[in-house]
């Protein structure tokens, strides 16, 4: 059951609506002058054919049932009224109206650098709203994260079968999505569970996952970020990151490595039953990472820990582990009906396995 509600411009406020929206456009237009050029480090990400944002009136919008609260606002669900697409459900995140101005700049700064984004793996921004208010972000909408997805199958008996048809699947997609990432030149800096977004099922009763940074991941889960000068998501960080603040593609394979350890344990925390600071201790101070998760496969725990290798050039790329992953699922679908805890022990005796399992050829 969903509350509808539609957000009606009151005749009083038309003024300050018309000013909120020129400021609005005139923030936009700075930032794509500032990102078209050469010197840039974001040229070639944004570029100089930085293909223009759909805007949206606020009359083609109606919210329904609020999804969460972020840094910068409230996500809603609602639905899109257009030309094109008919009538839709979509998720609609909004901006405070007293958000200070760098909020502003950085909340369009995350549209812009969307916008160029257009793959299966990522979240897409459909266009954006500047009527009658602050910016509203008007994205695709999706089931459910995934680590609300993963926490909800832990009561299931028969998790071999989840791992042979679904899990695997999840770590491929994200993978295929942060390999996109890296091809476009843009670092996530918080590839966790709570940011990838599953689909509704699809005809084969699989979930298609997408990575998006929505604002309420770090109102829900706020217990697993720390405030040190600002958020930090410590249990996901490389050591680099978090002794040195450093940023890389590498860093984010670090962080999808954790997220391997995440879906195979189906959601739980990383690093349970200790504290940021111990977490920190752990990683930074006695170089140890997290121990193998119940019953997971000593193919994915090999890779997870190449992930984790404390030298960042040790560790996979993105293509090496689309590829491994995408090996494994072929073996799979030639084992068809096998549980996936038999299919693993088969996988283990043959020479590709034996292949993959040497840390050379992921490093």
């Not at 969307?114 to 979240?123: E, R, V």
């Not at 602050?134 to 089931?143: D, G, K, S, Y």
């Not at 490389?238 to 189906?266: C, K, N, R």
Request: with cysteine.
């Amino acid at each position: 059951f969903y509350l509808s509600f539609t957000i009606i411009k009151k005749t009083s406020k038309n003024q300050k609506s018309i000013s909120s929206i020129s400021n609005d456009l005139v923030i936009l237009n700075e930032f794509r002058d500032s990102f078209v050029s050469a010197n840039n480090p974001l040229y070639n990400l944004i570029g100089e054919n930085l293909s223009p944002i759909k805007h949206f009136s606020l009359s083609q919008l109606s919210f329904k049932t609020k999804l969460g609260s972020g840094a910068f606002g409230n996500v809603y669900e609602g639905t899109l009224q257009c030309s094109e697409h008919g009538s839709r459900n979509v998720a609609l995140k909004t901006l405070k109206y007293n958000a200070k101005e760098i909020t502003k700049k950085e909340f369009i700064k995350e549209a812009l650098i969307m916008s160029k984004f257009n793959h299966p793996n990522i979240l897409k921004l459909i266009g954006t709203c500047v009527d009658g208010g602050p910016t509203i972000l008007v994205m695709e909408l999706m089931e459910m994260d995934l680590l609300e997805l993963l926490r909800s199958k832990r009561s299931l008996t028969d998790r071999s079968t989840i791992l042979g048809k679904n899990l695997v699947r999840f770590c491929l997609d994200i993978a295929r999505g942060c390999l996109y990432l890296t091809q476009m030149r843009h670092v996530h800096r918080d590839i966790a569970a709570r940011n990838c977004l599953v689909s509704l099922p699809t005809s084969d009763h699989t979930h298609l996952v997408k990575i998006g940074d929505f604002g309420r991941a770090r109102e829900i889960y706020r217990d697993d970020y720390y405030r040190k000068g600002g958020l930090m998501p410590i249990r996901w960080m490389a050591p680099e990151s978090l002794e040195d603040g450093v940023y890389t593609h590498q860093t984010d394979v670090w962080s999808y490595g954790i997220v391997l350890w995440e879906i195979i344990s189906f959601g739980k925390q990383p690093y349970p039953g200790m504290s940021h600071l111990d977490v920190y201790h752990y990683v930074c101070n006695l170089r140890k990472t997290l121990d193998v998760p119940l019953k997971c496969p000593h193919i994915l725990y090999q890779l997870m820990t190449q992930c984790w290798s404390y030298e960042p050039i040790n560790r996979p790329s993105f293509k090496e582990c689309v590829d491994e992953i995408e090996e494994l699922l072929l073996y799979k679908d030639e084992l068809n009906g096998i549980s996936f805890t038999e299919h693993i022990h088969q996988l283990e005796s043959n020479s590709y396995t034996k292949k993959i399992l040497n840390p050379a050829t992921l490093s």
